[in-house]
């Protein structure tokens, strides 16, 4: 099978810039990393999860825009 969800919302454990091995994951469809301490910005490379119909990631310390690759998810 393929891993579709990740949900680590509110475990207050991940910190740090988000992971750009996540668009290793192609079959990703539903991401929820809330309230944690993560900081940075969106990797580039997250524009390659096609599949991703959820994301969500507030309640942490992100900033900056959301990439150019990201125009063409929709």
Same mark, same amino acid.
């Given at each position: 099978?393929?891993? +579709? +969800?990740?949900? @680590?919302?509110?475990t207050?454990?991940?910190?740090?810039? *988000?992971?750009?091995? @996540?668009?290793?994951?192609?079959?990703? +469809?539903?991401?929820? *990393?809330?309230?944690?301490?993560?900081?940075? +910005? *969106?990797?580039?490379?997250?524009?390659?999860?096609?599949?991703?119909?959820?994301?969500?990631?507030?309640?942490? #310390?992100? #900033?900056?825009?959301?990439?150019?690759?990201? #125009?063409? *998810?929709?």
């Open positions: 099978g393929s891993v +579709t +969800t990740l949900n @680590l919302a509110y207050y454990s991940l910190s740090g810039p *988000l992971p750009t091995t @996540l668009a290793q994951v192609p079959s990703l +469809t539903n991401v929820d *990393l809330s309230g944690n301490s993560l900081s940075g +910005t *969106l990797p580039p490379g997250w524009s390659a999860l096609s599949s991703l119909t959820r994301l969500v990631m507030q309640y942490n #310390s992100l #900033s900056g825009f959301l990439p150019v690759g990201w #125009s063409a *998810l929709a």
